[in-house]
C-alpha cells in the first residue's frame, strides 16, 4: 500500500488542522493506521491509531480529549482530526499502515508509511 499525507500547515495555538493520508490499493481495510509525529531533534513518537473497521482508537496521553483520528474504508482515507494546537504540537506528521489485527504503538511495527506532513503552531 502507497500512502499520501496532506493536511499541513502553520495554525495559532487553540486552532485547529485536518491531516488526511490516502491510500493506494483495494486491501485499505485490512490494515491498521497511525499517526505517527517527529519535532525538531526528537524521535518518531505515536500520535493516534484506529483499527480495520474503525471501531477501536488510541491516542497518546499528549494528544487524548483534543485529537481525533477516523477513517473512511470506501474513500481509502485516514483522517486526523487535531483541535486547541499547542506549540508542542509542532512537529512532521506521518501516516502509516500495518496488516496485523492490533493497532501498534511503536513507529518499528509498521510496514508502510507516507512521506510527513509538516505541522506548526505559532504561540
Known amino acids: 500500500v502507497q500512502l499520501q499525507a496532506c493536511g499541513g500547515g502553520l495554525v495559532q495555538a487553540g486552532g485547529s488542522l485536518r491531516l488526511s493520508c490516502a491510500a493506494s490499493?483495494?486491501?485499505?481495510?485490512?490494515?491498521?493506521m497511525g499517526w505517527f509525529r517527529q519535532g525538531p531533534g526528537k524521535e518518531r513518537e505515536f500520535v493516534a491509531g484506529?483499527?480495520?473497521?474503525?471501531?477501536?482508537?488510541y491516542y497518546a496521553d499528549s494528544v487524548e480529549g483534543r485529537f481525533t483520528i477516523s477513517r473512511d474504508n470506501a474513500k481509502n482515507i485516514v483522517y486526523l482530526q487535531m483541535s486547541s494546537l499547542k506549540p508542542e504540537d509542532t512537529a512532521v506528521y506521518y501516516c502509516?499502515?500495518?496488516?496485523?489485527?492490533?493497532?501498534?504503538?511503536?513507529?518499528?511495527?509498521?510496514?508502510?508509511w507516507g512521506q510527513g506532513t509538516q505541522v506548526t503552531v505559532s504561540s
Open positions: 502509516a499502515a500495518d496488516r496485523t489485527t492490533r493497532v501498534p504503538f511503536r513507529p518499528q511495527s509498521y510496514d508502510y
Open positions: 490499493g483495494r486491501t485499505f481495510s485490512s490494515y491498521v
Open positions: 484506529i483499527s480495520w473497521s474503525g471501531g477501536s482508537t
